[in-house]
């Protein structure tokens, strides 16, 4: 699968960006944005799976960030709001092709990733 992420860009602090996936190729079970921070590893962000369109976020994304999947698109958005300068990273999704009960929300269980966008949340 083939996934090409948009809709990074520059903000204030307390501003909103709606970030898009949009996904190509073969199926996949599950689809995840995970963020990278300089200096910091790759954190998960939220994970949606298809088969029951469950979706988790971290513990750091709850109540800032609505993850969806528009799946005539197929395309997953992730809205991003009240952003912080903290929540400046390279934003990446990720699919997971192979069907999995134990595959948890983190990168180790996505094998396609797409190419990353920046957010920069500055005033």
């Known amino acids: 699968v083939q996934l090409q992420a948009s809709g990074g860009g520059l903000v204030q602090p307390g501003g909103s960006l709606r970030l898009s996936c949009a996904a190509s190729g073969q199926d996949y079970y599950a689809i995840a944005w995970f963020r990278q921070a300089p200096g910091k590893k790759r954190e998960a962000v939220s994970c949606i799976t298809v088969r029951d369109e469950s979706i988790e976020y971290s513990d750091s994304a709850k109540g800032r960030v609505t993850a969806s999947r528009d799946n005539a698109k197929n395309t997953a958005y992730l809205d991003l709001n009240s952003l912080k300068p903290e929540d400046t990273a390279v934003y990446y999704c990720?699919?997971?092709?192979?069907?999995?009960?134990?595959?948890?929300?983190?990168?180790?269980?996505?094998?396609?990733w797409g190419q990353g966008t920046q957010v920069t949340v500055s005033s």
């Open positions: 990720a699919a997971r092709t192979y069907f999995s009960l134990l595959a948890g929300c983190v990168a180790e269980s996505f094998d396609e």
